[in-house]
């Protein structure tokens, strides 16, 4: 069974830096890219981002490129979401999940076909509160 | 990147049919296959539903399914259950920069 756990939750003040984990199979972190995806209290799912932990390469929504930075662990089968600077309106559930495969070819690694998130983590609760 | 469109809320007695709405535009769901749903029950983690505008992962009972016509996709739940009630979300592929885009999200209630 595919599983994805993610760390427990947090409370910070604004300007504090946080980064939050998400752990699976070594299979899972060898073979498929994951994305995480945020969920304001009461609101929608917004997608985040997504990595490669094969390679480390990460892509970003523009709404949030240059506010979060979305890292991995190969070798401990871990990514990672980080924020520098919290802010109040960073207060939300994060969701990680398994996307589609990756491939590699001319040095550079690409999203398969299957552009679907099939298995998630539990959910990490953020609250920035001063 | 705009959400793709969804409307509020939709609803149905035990045993009727629902249809969920997406409105995209020709730069996601109109012009990629790639168009996925999501159940959400409150407090819990997404759920994949739908993938690949109609294809159901193993274990998705059959009254679900998905279709696209344009730039609208479209979920339907067929013989309306207790457990359906949840709230649903759409997600399209949107090309090598944007790559995903969710919905606005619909609440389904079962009457």
């Known amino acids: 069974e595919v599983q994805l756990v993610q760390s427990g939750a947090e409370v910070k003040k604004p300007g504090e830096s946080l980064k939050i984990s998400c752990e699976g199979s070594?299979?899972?972190?060898?073979?498929?890219?994951i994305g995480w995806v945020r969920q304001m209290p009461g609101k929608g799912l917004e997608w985040m981002g997504i990595?490669?932990?094969?390679?480390?390469?990460?892509r970003y929504s523009p709404s949030f490129q240059g506010q979060v930075t979305i890292s991995a662990d190969k070798s401990s089968s871990t990514a990672y979401l980080h924020w520098s600077s919290l802010k109040a309106s960073d207060t939300a559930m994060y969701y990680c999940?398994?996307?589609?495969?990756?491939?590699?070819?001319?040095?550079?690694?690409?999203?398969?076909?299957?552009?679907?998130?099939?298995?998630g983590g539990q959910g990490t609760l953020v609250t920035v509160s001063s | 990147q705009s959400a793709l469109t969804q409307p509020r809320s939709v609803s149905g007695s035990p045993g009727q049919s629902v249809t969920i709405s997406c409105t995209g535009t020709?730069?996601?769901?109109?012009?990629?296959?790639?168009v996925s749903w999501y159940q959400q029950h409150p407090g819990k983690a997404p759920k994949l539903m739908i993938y690949?505008?109609?294809k159901r992962p193993s274990g998705v009972p059959d009254r679900f399914s998905g279709s696209k016509s344009g730039n609208t996709a479209s979920l339907t739940i067929s013989g309306l259950q207790a457990e359906d009630e949840a709230d649903y979300y759409c997600?399209?592929?949107?090309?090598?920069?944007?790559?995903?885009?969710f919905g606005t999200g619909t609440k389904v209630t079962v009457l």
């Open positions: 997600c399209s592929y949107a090309g090598s920069y944007t790559l995903y885009v």
């Open positions: 020709s730069s996601d769901v109109g012009v990629y296959n790639f």
């Open positions: 690949d505008v109609s």
């Open positions: 070594e299979n899972t972190f060898t073979t498929y890219w």
């Open positions: 990595i490669y932990p094969g390679d480390s390469d990460a």
């Open positions: 999940a398994r996307g589609p495969k990756g491939y590699c070819s001319g040095g550079r690694c690409f999203l398969a076909s299957d552009h679907y998130f099939d298995y």
